[in-house]
């Protein structure tokens, strides 16, 4: 067995949660397997870092927030190589070195992963535990730094080394939607990587989407499922199409996404000059939107509309406000508003899918706003109380 398993911060928050990864560990490993493990910090571990830093002082560098979240997951990495030397499986920590900065053609940074340290501790036959957070990410704000890092450094390390990948976290595996509003919700037993990456981009979801979409690029099979159960059968694998079994039904799952705004500027000259302007303006508030769409007038305008989150929208409304090119554009937004993202690999090839969803929610009276759609998934918003009764309807007519 080769894997790389990597274990999130509600798995790992105590000593007893330690001890037990370490026992289960044991009773499984053999000599000659080849294993990673991976860990994240422990529960809240991120949030009191950043308010901590946040009381050291206003001003709070990239690297220096960087630095100190990544202690979260060092100190959980050591104490589990501890915990499986005690248990009988010769183990190291490596929390450092890993990642590298250099420079390609165009003098640009990038990063780079070097497994040489850990491909020699794996030659030795020894189990390595790695900490996650170690700067794959690209964070916008504050508030959401680290999340998903250490599921993006395990599948990295997993396309390196040739490995399949597993995420254990305190659920069974996935589900076609969010069990806690839909009880019915069924677990899904396999899913693409492209199914997967749109569940992931359009809406919260157990694993982060750059992780997904590493495993897509370099092919490595995941496996979601519950920490400490030895049945594979009750998570969820994510592998690509090539080797999924057929789809017995157009939809896969939805996705949820709360807090979203749709802007509407209209009275815009149809020449592209200000549209260009304006994405300018969204690309330094490293703002990547959704449900974009553009509407001729029969005057030679145009108007342009487009979804964001609700705390990006702030700072969206400031700027183009100080755009002196884009005064005189009305501008008009929704907020409060939430995406719901019917995904599925099966909608490729299905008809009247676009249809029953229409006809669904005229059925419910439930109004919906902004639509896009993919080759394979179909977003809406609605309004925020109008969430739960759409979820439940769609997934009732979807048998999901």
Not at 12 to 22: E, G, H, W
Not at 189 to 215: D, N, P, Q, W, Y
Request: hydrophobic letters at 45%.
């Amino acid at each position: 067995m080769n894997v790389v398993q990597k274990y999130g911060g509600n798995c790992l928050d105590s000593m007893s949660k330690i001890r037990t990864a370490a026992k289960f560990t044991a009773a499984n490993w053999k000599s000659g397997d080849g294993l990673v493990i991976v860990t994240s910090a422990m529960g809240q571990t991120a949030v009191e870092l950043v308010n901590v830093a946040k009381d050291a002082g206003e001003t709070i560098s990239r690297q220096a927030l960087d630095s100190l979240l990544s202690t979260g997951a060092q100190k959980v990495a050591a104490i589990l190589a501890i915990a499986l030397e005690d248990a009988g499986v010769p183990a190291v920590s490596l929390t450092e070195g890993l990642f590298t900065n250099t420079k390609d053609e165009y003098n640009q940074e990038f990063r780079q992963l070097n497994t040489l340290q850990l491909e020699q501790y794996l030659a030795e036959g020894k189990v390595v535990v790695v900490s996650g957070f170690q700067g794959l990410e690209q964070y916008a704000d504050i508030s959401d730094l680290g999340r998903g890092g250490s599921d993006a450094t395990a599948v990295a390390i997993a396309a390196q080394l040739g490995w399949d990948c597993e995420i254990y976290t305190d659920s069974e595996g996935l589900y076609t939607t969010d069990p806690a509003l839909y009880p019915k919700a069924r677990k899904i037993a396999k899913v693409t990587h492209e199914e997967m990456m749109e569940l992931s981009f359009l809406g919260r979801s157990l694993l982060e989407a750059r992780s997904v979409e590493i495993a897509k690029k370099y092919d490595v099979n995941l496996f979601v499922g519950k920490a400490f159960e030895n049945d594979k059968n009750r998570g969820t694998y994510i592998m690509n199409n090539d080797t999924m079994y057929l789809q017995d039904t157009p939809i896969t799952g939805i996705s949820i996404a709360e807090n979203c705004t749709i802007f509407s500027l209209s009275n815009m000259d149809n020449d592209g000059v200000l549209v260009a302007k304006l994405f300018q303006v969204l690309a330094d508030l490293n703002i990547n939107v959704d449900m974009i769409s553009k509407q001729f007038t029969a005057d030679g305008k145009c108007t342009v509309a487009f979804s964001c989150t609700d705390k990006q929208a702030e700072a969206l409304d400031k700027a183009l406000a100080e755009n002196e090119a884009l005064q005189g554009i009305a501008v008009v937004h929704q907020p409060n508003l939430v995406m719901l993202s019917l995904v599925g690999v099966g909608m490729a090839s299905a008809t009247g899918v676009a249809s029953k969803v229409f006809s669904v929610l005229a059925t419910e009276n439930i109004p919906y706003y902004q639509i896009t759609t993919s080759e394979i998934s179909i977003s809406l918003t609605v309004k925020l109380e109008d969430k739960v009764k759409a979820l439940i309807a769609l997934s009732e007519a979807f048998g999901l």
